[in-house]
């Protein structure tokens, strides 16, 4: 059984001043976001809680000590939304204020927004940037938690494989002698005409191998060619391969932690649902997520990597890539600071590589619900 999940949200007429009561009635004490529209049938709150019920409770008390939450003769109406997870209410969340205030829902800090690492390889000798906005042909490697630690990734890369931090928009052979990098011999001087394009790209593939953790790639063919060169007695060149080598594994020490490509951003989140016999699962494609599906925990070796075929099959549409930056930061934020009712799983071994990690974290679960639920012995 697989069934899209749906956003669906219930109206409740705002009750009386004296009748709170019809709102125990009416609203679940559970997670989710809720909408608050005034007499006028204008949106005048939208935001999220672990309890609806309270919540709305607390806009219709008249006790003075919450007077500036008495919503009594202005509400004419609630809606609101059950989620079951810490993620698919943040979701919610997010798309909500992404269609009530398409101009200003960056502003509102829904999800944290982190950094990216911006190459853009059409560029005739690509330089390093930084990024928070995703466009159609350019790499992205993340995610950076602040400015100052994709800055101190940046000056790695750049002193370790030579790249250019120049800003010159080079074209020809044209020289640039009074760039300070030109001057202080940093970079492979490509304005110069000291290195070729293919060369250039070539230590720019290897930056990029670093920076996902693929170290081996990066000193193996090193290593090799040093070795090639000593044996053909041409020291000079093996010297200077091997002093680039110490500069990388310098700036391994530097820089310990690996980044993700964003267009391999390839994830399955796994959350409760309202049954235990399914789980909600969003599937996060080059950086978006493709659906959020309800699936039966015993058919998911079937029905999982259909939903991934459909979500590889849709990673083009324009709607979707206009999300790629939001969706990333929502999955990279779970990512930075689990919880235990939402589980990453990553796609890097396929989807049937992958239904076997959920199953394993369901079980994990299932047994923590009921280790929780167990009655406490004396």
């Known amino acids: 059984m697989v069934r899209p999940v749906t956003f669906e949200f219930t109206t409740v007429a705002a009750p009386a001043a004296d009748d709170a009561d019809e709102i125990r009635r009416q609203v679940p004490a559970k997670s989710g976001v809720f909408r608050v529209f005034d007499v006028h049938d204008r949106l005048i709150l939208l935001d999220k809680t672990h309890n609806l019920r309270e919540r709305i409770e607390r806009f219709h008390d008249g006790d003075g000590a ?3 939450l008495d919503l009594r003769g202005i509400a004419a109406r609630f809606e609101y939304c059950r989620t079951d997870s810490p993620f698919e209410t943040l979701y919610l969340l997010h798309a909500q204020r992404r269609r009530w205030f398409p101009r200003t829902y960056h502003r509102m800090r829904t999800i944290p927004r982190f950094y990216l690492l911006k190459i853009n390889p059409r560029q005739r000798f690509p330089r390093i940037y930084t990024a928070r906005q995703v466009k159609r042909g350019v ?5 950076f938690a602040s400015r100052a630690e ?3 990734v940046k000056t790695t890369l750049e002193r370790a494989f030579r790249l250019r931090p120049c800003e010159y928009n080079i074209r020809g052979d044209r020289p640039y002698p009074d760039c300070l990098y030109f001057q202080m011999r940093t970079c492979s001087k490509p304005c110069n005409g000291e290195i070729g394009r293919d060369a250039y790209m070539a230590d720019l593939d290897d930056a990029v191998a670093f920076v996902q953790g ?4 990066v000193r193996r063919p090193m290593i090799e060619a040093m070795e090639r060169l000593a044996a053909e007695t041409r020291f000079e060149e ?5 002093k680039r080598l110490e500069r990388v594994e310098r700036a391994r020490r530097d820089c310990r932690d690996a980044y993700l490509d964003l267009g391999r951003f390839d ?11 399914t789980r909600k699962l969003a599937i996060v494609h080059g950086g978006s997520i493709a659906a959020i599906e309800e699936h039966a925990v015993d058919g998911m070796e079937a029905s999982v990597p259909r939903s991934v075929e459909r979500a590889r099959e849709a990673a083009g549409s324009d709607d979707r890539r206009q999300r790629v930056y939001e969706d990333f930061c929502l999955v990279s934020h779970f990512r930075a600071r689990p919880v235990a009712s939402v589980d990453i799983v990553p ?3 396929g989807a049937e590589g ?4 959920i199953a394993a974290k369901i079980r994990a679960s299932t047994a923590r619900s009921t280790k929780a639920q167990a009655p406490h012995r004396a």
Request: overall charge positive; cysteine-free.
């Open 66 to 68: 919450t007077r500036a």
């Open 139 to 143: 790499r992205y490697f993340g995610p």
């Open 150 to 152: 994709l800055e101190r």
């Open 214 to 217: 693929r170290d081996e790639a």
């Open 238 to 242: 093996a010297a200077r391969v091997r």
């Open 267 to 277: 994830f399955v989140v796994v959350m409760r649902s309202a049954s235990t016999r």
């Open 347 to 349: 796609l890097a071994d």
């Open 354 to 357: 992958a239904v076997e990690s």
